[in-house]
């Protein structure tokens, strides 16, 4: 490694250890040395950032540091974790220091928020790219799966969804990689959903308070057909959701409102489109009344929301009637007012 790279880790990623947080030696050292208390286990999760794959090239440096950070501490309020420390390797093109001190500033504004440290990483020269790999803690056993949904279980979401799917659509036009079928798509609101794709957040103070409550639990990276799909599988069983009951924003419900967006698209954004990241959990009825008895509890804290949107229905096998239909998420059924809605044939194709 150069001096050059020496430099640009002491100056932008090496800040002083907090010991007291558990890290015995942080940045600096061949490798971080860590103290995992009793009665503990570590959560390890590593999510990569690939320029033009996972990002826009032009993106924002601040809303890419935030943003690595974010889906990273995601996957740990999955988990039922307290986010506790991060590495960072980096990969750079060359040394833009206004870049640099940007996205900087954008990951550690997110892991100052959660109290979540750097303890080291890579820096490297090459097409950029960042991976992240975020350390937390659980109690022994009792962290969240998505194993153990049980017939009966409610199915809840932590927050609003399809914004966060609208925001890539309107991303991918602008950048002109598609051209849109929907000509009200030039006179969005954009910026909303812009933000909720570039600037989620963890649900990582949600995610503590899960923990003896929800019986399996997931974050929504890749949509809700898809990710409700894998708790049901570990889980074997099935499940209906509610289109009437889904989460949307205001920003969404005001551009349905306009015309500007079909119902039945903002339904397909919020159940195939990814990049929520809000945590899908179940729960047993009885326990969903104590969680939002507990929730109440917790009034001066933001971002703690709990939507009921479906139900666990059967354990395992799926109808042989639906086999033969080629559903997509063969184990989910979509409801309107009662009557089964295909969101699975009818695409999610908002481009020409
Ligand atoms: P080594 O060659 O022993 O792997 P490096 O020279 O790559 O170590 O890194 C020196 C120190 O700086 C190590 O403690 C490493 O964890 C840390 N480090 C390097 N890059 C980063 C980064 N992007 N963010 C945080 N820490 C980093
Ligand atoms: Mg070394």
Redesign the pocket.
Known sequence: ?SKGE?DI?KRY??RPTNQSDGVVIG????C?ILTIPEGHQLAVTTDSLVSGVHFFEDVDAYRLGYKSLAVNLSDLAAMGATAKWV????TLPSIDEVWLAEFCRGFFDLADKYNVQ?I????TKGPLSITVSAKGLVKTGQALTRQQAQVGDLICVSGCLGDGALGLAIKLLASGSVVSKNEDFAVLNKQAFIDALELTEPRLTLAKLLVGYASSCIDISDGLSQDLSHILEKSRCSAEVYLQDLPLSDAMLSEIKLGRIPQFQAWQYAVNGGDDYELLFTISPEKLVLLKELLKTQANEANLACFEIGKIITASSVSSTVCLEKKTHPLITFLHQQQPVDLDSSGWDHFK
């Open positions: 490694m020496f880790i990623f090496q940045i600096g050292d061949d971080a590495s960072l390797a980096i750097l080291g990483g890579d820096t």
